[in-house]
């Protein structure tokens, strides 16, 4: 890795705060940072550098996983840290942060390479990117890259629009957008193991596999999000970026050892061949739900329109499933099911494969209900675990499920922006969501985005602490399939998932 400033745009802001301070702490404890490492923060409000580092050890003594116990550690690592005002809209202002950044290039006798890191509102990408064009900011000799954070865009026009400003400034080679859950190591695996299992390999197409169910499930509300959520919804704050991501993750096949060229193309491959739902058929294959009051975890929850800042008629989307198909050899007549949604009964992101079943057209209705699944655990937890159709040795006759389980321990595991941002250091863009994807996902998503605008599609209400709207079942059932796991959280079940013992 080569001497790097980075310039971290949002400083004093809570993303800065949870997730890319305790990331850098982390690898800077990794021994995965260069010694002439730098980060300057920016925002509006005048901060001492001193006061700015307290701020970061606050950060990392909040939110790092690790526990931040080695006062050596935690002293080298704030060394790395100053602060400058910067007011997005004030050319001056980005003078004044190049000389600053100049003087400490020639200070650490590194080499002028810059990563711009945009952790501010969306409004702010595009004159933050110009004024770094215009102000020699990014001119240097050495290497520059803009990291952006979501939202890239509100539609697919907007997202056109913002990605033609940011490409006045930048080239695509420079920009890395993050989707933070392809910084999710269970994700990061995904192509390794279809790549190199033999099993999984041979397994990963229409001839094996039944269904696939994608399903990111939150059990928060809004939370201190009102204005920006009601304007997006879980359609724009999930589905457009997070879940298909995942479902290009899963689908995409690719030959071993491949380049982050080659990751983008298959995963474009992979959106391309996404059949296109025609407005008037999003009503058949999207379910759009909102919840309303009900209890988590033994708690009450309030309904949607009644959270603070919600106009009492919203129509907002915080809950979505929907059927998609994948028109290539591997996947056609493979429904791939996305759901995802606020209040929900748990905290799970996941993937579920239901395998073919040659013999179950005559097998019994009782047989049926224990399918064979592999499934991925994302986050919270991260494992894997690989449901098998048994014979039950206590009642001739019956059958059961055989579970096969790994499960890792989150202290192990490096968090998704530890990933993000060591791979942008590096220049590596395989986990960063190319403009080809994007524009492809809005293009997916915009006849959704117009249907929900037209209210042409109904708003169904889910109690909070479910898994969302009975319609979304029903999507399933229309094919003969089932949101399997549901029952995980449900104790009688006999799919129950096992808790790994070594969490
Ligand atoms: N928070 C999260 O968990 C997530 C956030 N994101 C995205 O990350 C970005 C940042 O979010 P978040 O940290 O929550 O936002 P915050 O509102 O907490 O922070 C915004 C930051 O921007 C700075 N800022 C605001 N206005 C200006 C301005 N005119 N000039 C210079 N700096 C300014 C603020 O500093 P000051 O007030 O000092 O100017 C502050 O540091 C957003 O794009 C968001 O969508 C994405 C995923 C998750
Ligand atoms: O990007 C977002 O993601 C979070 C969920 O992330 P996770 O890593 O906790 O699964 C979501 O709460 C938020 O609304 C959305 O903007």
Same mark, same amino acid.
């Given at each position: 890795?080569?001497?790097?400033?980075?310039v971290?745009f949002?400083?004093?802001?809570?993303?800065?705060?949870?997730?890319?301070?305790?990331?850098?702490?982390?690898?800077?404890?990794?021994?995965?940072?260069?010694?002439?490492?730098?980060?300057?923060?920016?925002?509006?409000?005048?901060?001492?550098?001193?006061?700015?580092?307290?701020?970061?050890?606050?950060?990392?003594?909040?939110?790092?996983?690790?526990?931040?116990?080695?006062?050596?550690?935690?002293?080298?690592?704030?060394?790395?840290?100053?602060?400058?005002?910067?007011?997005?809209?004030?050319?001056?202002?980005?003078?004044?942060?190049?000389?600053?950044?100049?003087?400490?290039?020639?200070?650490?006798?590194?080499?002028?390479?810059r990563m711009f890191y945009l952790?501010?509102?969306?409004?702010?990408f595009?004159?933050i990117a110009?004024?770094i064009k215009?102000?020699?900011?990014g001119?240097?000799?050495?290497?520059k890259r803009l990291v952006i954070?979501?939202?890239?865009?509100?539609?697919?026009?907007?997202?056109?629009?913002?990605?033609?400003?940011l490409?006045?400034a930048f080239t695509?080679?420079e920009i890395f957008r993050?989707?933070?859950?392809?910084?999710?190591?269970?994700?990061?695996?995904?192509?390794?193991?279809?790549?190199?299992?033999?099993?999984?390999?041979?397994?990963?197409?229409?001839?094996?596999?039944?269904?696939?169910?994608?399903?990111?499930?939150?059990?928060?509300?809004?939370?201190?999000?009102?204005?920006?959520?009601?304007?997006?919804?879980?359609?724009?704050?999930?589905?457009?970026?997070?879940?298909?991501?995942?479902?290009?993750?899963?689908?995409? &096949?690719?030959?071993?050892? /491949? !380049?982050?060229?080659?990751?983008? *193309? =298959?995963?474009?491959?992979?959106?391309? @061949?996404?059949?296109?739902?025609?407005?008037?058929?999003?009503?058949?294959?999207?379910?759009?739900?909102?919840?309303?009051?009900?209890?988590?975890?033994?708690?009450?929850?309030?309904?949607?329109?009644?959270?603070?800042?919600?106009?009492?008629?919203?129509?907002?989307?915080?809950?979505?499933?929907?059927?998609?198909?994948?028109?290539?050899?591997?996947?056609?007549?493979?429904?791939?099911?996305?759901?995802?949604?606020? &209040?929900?009964?748990?905290? /799970? !992101?996941?993937?579920?494969?239901? *395998? =073919?079943?040659?013999?179950?057209?005559? @097998?019994?209705?009782?047989?049926?209900?224990?399918?064979?699944?592999?499934?991925?655990?994302?986050?919270?937890?991260?494992?894997?675990?690989?449901?098998?159709?048994?014979?039950?040795?206590?009642?001739?006759?019956?059958?059961?499920?055989?579970?096969?389980?790994?499960?890792?321990?989150?202290?192990?595991?490096?968090?998704?922006?530890?990933?993000?941002?060591?791979?942008a250091?590096?220049?590596?863009?395989?986990?960063?969501?190319?403009?080809?994807?994007?524009?492809?996902?809005?293009?997916?998503?915009?006849?959704?985005?117009?249907?929900?605008?037209?209210?042409?599609?109904?708003?169904?209400?889910?109690?909070?602490?479910?898994?969302?709207?009975?319609?979304?079942?029903?999507?399933?059932?229309?094919?003969?399939?089932?949101?399997?796991?549901?029952?995980?959280?449900?104790?009688?079940?006999?799919?129950?998932?096992?808790?790994?013992?070594?969490?």
């Amino acid at each position: 890795m080569e001497a790097t400033t980075f310039v971290l745009f949002g400083a004093t802001g809570d993303l800065a705060r949870r997730k890319i301070y305790p990331a850098l702490y982390n690898l800077y404890l990794d021994h995965k940072l260069h010694h002439s490492f730098s980060v300057i923060g920016l925002g509006r409000r005048e901060v001492a550098d001193e006061a700015f580092q307290a701020m970061v050890e606050r950060s990392i003594r909040d939110f790092s996983r690790r526990e931040v116990n080695d006062s050596a550690s935690v002293r080298g690592f704030l060394k790395a840290f100053r602060y400058n005002v910067l007011d997005v809209g004030h050319t001056e202002d980005y003078l004044k942060l190049l000389q600053r950044v100049e003087q400490l290039e020639a200070d650490m006798g590194s080499s002028p390479n810059r990563m711009f890191y945009l952790s501010v509102g969306p409004e702010f990408f595009e004159p933050i990117a110009l004024n770094i064009k215009e102000s020699g900011l990014g001119a240097a000799k050495g290497w520059k890259r803009l990291v952006i954070e979501k939202p890239f865009g509100h539609d697919l026009q907007s997202a056109q629009e913002l990605n033609l400003k940011l490409s006045e400034a930048f080239t695509e080679d420079e920009i890395f957008r993050i989707d933070h859950y392809l910084g999710k190591p269970m994700v990061q695996e995904l192509d390794v193991f279809q790549q190199t299992n033999p099993v999984l390999h041979a397994l990963w197409n229409n001839r094996y596999i039944a269904n696939v169910q994608i399903t990111a499930g939150e059990t928060v509300g809004v939370e201190e999000r009102a204005g920006y959520y009601d304007h997006v919804g879980a359609l724009r704050d999930m589905f457009q970026n997070h879940m298909l991501q995942l479902l290009m993750m899963l689908a995409i &096949r690719l030959p071993k050892d /491949s !380049t982050a060229d080659e990751v983008r *193309f =298959k995963k474009k491959e992979v959106m391309e @061949s996404l059949e296109p739902l025609e407005e008037a058929d999003v009503q058949f294959n999207v379910i759009r739900g909102q919840y309303t009051a009900g209890t988590i975890q033994g708690k009450p929850a309030l309904g949607y329109t009644a959270e603070p800042g919600i106009p009492a008629d919203s129509q907002n989307d915080t809950f979505i499933a929907a059927r998609l198909q994948i028109d290539d050899p591997f996947w056609k007549g493979v429904p791939f099911y996305i759901r995802t949604g606020k &209040r929900m009964k748990e905290k /799970s !992101t996941r993937i579920v494969i239901e *395998f =073919k079943e040659p013999l179950k057209q005559n @097998s019994s209705a009782a047989e049926d209900d224990i399918p064979n699944l592999l499934v991925f655990e994302i986050s919270p937890n991260e494992g894997i675990t690989l449901q098998l159709k048994a014979r039950d040795p206590q009642h001739k006759g019956k059958f059961k499920a055989m579970h096969i389980d790994f499960h890792t321990s989150s202290i192990e595991v490096p968090e998704a922006y530890e990933n993000l941002i060591y791979d942008a250091l590096h220049g590596d863009p395989s986990f960063f969501a190319h403009w080809n994807e994007v524009e492809l996902s809005w293009k997916w998503v915009q006849p959704i985005l117009n249907a929900f605008a037209k209210n042409s599609v109904p708003l169904y209400h889910y109690a909070a602490g479910t898994f969302g709207p009975a319609e979304s079942d029903q999507l399933l059932a229309e094919n003969g399939h089932h949101w399997w796991l549901d029952s995980a959280v449900d104790e009688e079940s006999e799919l129950a998932l096992p808790v790994a013992s070594n969490f």
